[in-house]
C-alpha cells in the first residue's frame, strides 16, 4: 500500500521543525492569566503525517508534555489529529480544513 500525497500533505511539511512557544492563558476568569513557555519538536513521517512533541513550564511551575499527530485524510476530505497533554486525560480529536489564504 502506497500512500497517495496531496498538496495538503505538502503543506503540513511547514510545520515540520523547532519552535518555541509563548501563550497567555487563565482556567478561572477571576484569576490573573498565567505566561507559559515551551518548546516543541514537530517530525514528518515520510510526507504522510507530522508528529510533536512538546514541553514547557505552565506558568505556575508545573512542567507539561504534549504530543500532537497531525495528517490529511483524503477520503474524508479534511485534516484530522489528535493532542495529548500531561496535564490532563482527555484525548482531544482534531478535523478541519485551510482557509483559502491557507
Known amino acids: 500500500m502506497k500512500a497517495e500525497l ?3 500533505h505538502q503543506w503540513l511539511q511547514k ?4 519552535w518555541e512557544y509563548e501563550m497567555e492563558s487563565s482556567c478561572n476568569p477571576e ?4 505566561k507559559c ?3 516543541e519538536t514537530i517530525r514528518s513521517f515520510r510526507g504522510t503525517w ?5 514541553a514547557g513550564d505552565m506558568g505556575d ?4 508534555i504534549t ?7 483524503p477520503q474524508q476530505g479534511c485534516f484530522v489529529g489528535t493532542w495529548i497533554g500531561s496535564m490532563m486525560t482527555f484525548l482531544w480529536h ?7 489564504t491557507e
Not at 482534531?94 to 483559502?100: T, Y
Request: aromatic letters at 6%.
Open 6 to 8: 496531496t498538496k495538503e
Open 15 to 18: 510545520l515540520v521543525g523547532e
Open 31 to 34: 484569576e490573573e492569566p498565567k
Open 37 to 39: 513557555y515551551g518548546t
Open 50 to 54: 507530522v508528529v510533536g512533541e512538546g
Open 61 to 64: 511551575g508545573e512542567q507539561s
Open 67 to 73: 504530543q500532537i499527530t497531525l495528517g490529511y485524510d
Open 94 to 100: 482534531s478535523r478541519g480544513e485551510l482557509d483559502p
